[in-house]
Every structure is written in structure tokens, then in C-alpha cells.
T-cell receptor
Framework: AQSVTQPDIHITVSEGASLELRCNYSYGATPYLFWYVQSPGQGLQLLLKYFSGDTLVQGIKGFEAEFKRSQSSFNLRKPSVHWSDAAEYFCAVAAGGGGNKLTFGTGTQLKVEL | DTGVSQDPRHKITKRGQNVTFRCDPISEHNRLYWYRQTLGQGPEFLTYFQNEAQLEKSRLLSDRFSAERPKGSFSTLEIQRTEQGDSAMYLC????????????FGDGTRLSIL
């Protein structure tokens, strides 16, 4: 069965600083990987997805993620964080395609200091 | 595209009562998913439908839980004889059929058991 690990429960960065959120997955075949963002009391918004092809994927709000098969990682990055990026971020993996059930990590809570 | 809609947004009930939640997916989305999210955790898969057929149920879905999607459009999730441990956010997501189709989430129903 697939699993996702997000090692950092909380991260604090200053506005304007760069950001990297870590995600490691476990899955026997080629994974389908996602990053979602959740604001308090809200549902999840898709930031970006990786299915195949170019291992560096671009998403919304200036986020990008890089798939590294050798490290089983799919880290999320942003070159310059804005105060509005404060939220919880979830990495997820789907088995057998994006239409199948998602397995999520426990999330990383991002705080942005002004 | 009006997004995934869930109703109610909040539900407070006494232990032992039955509750029902509704999810309206994005129109023409074949697949509909239910997830449960407890505080400090990522969403956990409960069940999903392809059109009106319920294709998979998690072992988290005890016999007190039942989900339907009678005409392949909206779905309901019912919990009978609620328990304290049922307190959570219940999230609905929908997607088109196909390996490259991501899931789109609603804002969830927050259930609180007194």
C-alpha cells in the first residue's frame, strides 16, 4: 500500500524568503503525486500535480515541485513567500492514476512572519 | 464550473443520533469521493463512486456508515448512532474519469458530537 511522509509538522518563514516543503512517498510503481493547500475551515485546493514527463512541475500561486524517483520525494518550493501563503499543505499519492483514491501525508503547517 | 458543494457546513448533534450529509459534485464528474479529516491529520479515504456504483469502501467505513449516489449525481453520507469518535471534517471530492484527472474538493462538513 502507498504512504506519504511529510517530516515537518510546522514551518515558519519570513515573508519574501524561499520555501521548501518536504514530501516522501512509498509506492511500488510510478506514482501520481499531488500537492494541496488548505486554509482554516476550508476544503483542499489543488496546487499542482505530477503524472509523468518533466519532473519539475509548475503550479498555481507561484509554486513548483520536483519529482525525484531516486529519493522517492516530491518537494514543494516557492522562491518568495507571501503572507497569504500561510496555510496547511498536504502531499498526496494516488495509485493507478489520478482518478483513484488519494493517500495523504499528515500535512505541514506554514506560518509566515511579516 | 460551480465547484463541489457540501451541505451542511457544520453539524452539531448528540451522541447516538443519526446524521446525513450531502455532496453535489462538479457537473459531469463521473467519480465522487468521501474522505474524513480529524484534527491535525490529513484526509483519509472512506469510499468512492463511479457514476452510481460504489466501487470501494475503506475499512474505516464501519457498518454505521452508509453512502449513496442514487442517480450518479449528488451523494449522501449517513452516520447512524453517532459516537464521539465520529467528530471530524467530512470532505467530498469529484473528478472526471481518467488517469490524468485530479480530484476537486468541497469545503467539507464539520461534525461535532456532544
Amino acid at each position: 500500500a502507498q504512504s506519504v511522509t511529510q517530516p515537518d509538522i510546522h514551518i515558519t518563514v519570513s515573508e519574501g524568503a524561499s520555501l521548501e516543503l518536504r514530501c516522501n512517498y512509498s509506492y511500488g510503481a510510478t506514482p501520481y503525486l499531488f500537492w494541496y493547500v488548505q486554509s482554516p475551515g476550508q476544503g483542499l485546493q489543488l496546487l499542482l500535480k505530477y503524472f509523468s514527463g518533466d519532473t519539475l512541475v509548475q503550479g498555481i500561486k507561484g509554486f513548483e515541485a520536483e519529482f525525484k524517483r531516486s529519493q522517492s520525494s516530491f518537494n514543494l518550493r516557492k522562491p518568495s513567500v507571501h503572507w497569504s501563503d500561510a496555510a496547511e499543505y498536504f502531499c498526496a499519492v494516488a495509485a493507478g492514476g489520478g482518478g483513484n483514491k488519494l493517500t495523504f501525508g499528515t500535512g505541514t503547517q506554514l506560518k509566515v512572519e511579516l | 464550473d460551480t465547484g463541489v458543494s457540501q451541505d451542511p457546513r457544520h453539524k452539531i448533534t448528540k451522541r447516538g443520533q443519526n446524521v446525513t450529509f450531502r455532496c453535489d459534485p462538479i457537473s459531469e464528474h463521473n467519480r465522487l469521493y468521501w474522505y474524513r479529516q480529524t484534527l491535525g491529520q490529513g484526509p483519509e479515504f472512506l469510499t468512492y463512486f463511479q457514476n452510481e456504483a460504489q466501487l470501494e469502501k475503506s475499512r474505516l467505513l464501519s457498518d454505521r456508515f452508509s453512502a449513496e449516489r442514487p442517480k450518479g449525481s449528488f451523494s449522501t453520507l449517513e452516520i447512524q448512532r453517532t459516537e464521539q469518535g465520529d467528530s471530524a471534517m467530512y470532505l467530498c471530492a469529484s473528478s472526471l474519469l481518467g488517469p490524468n484527472q485530479p480530484q476537486h474538493f468541497g469545503d467539507g462538513t464539520r461534525l461535532s458530537i456532544l
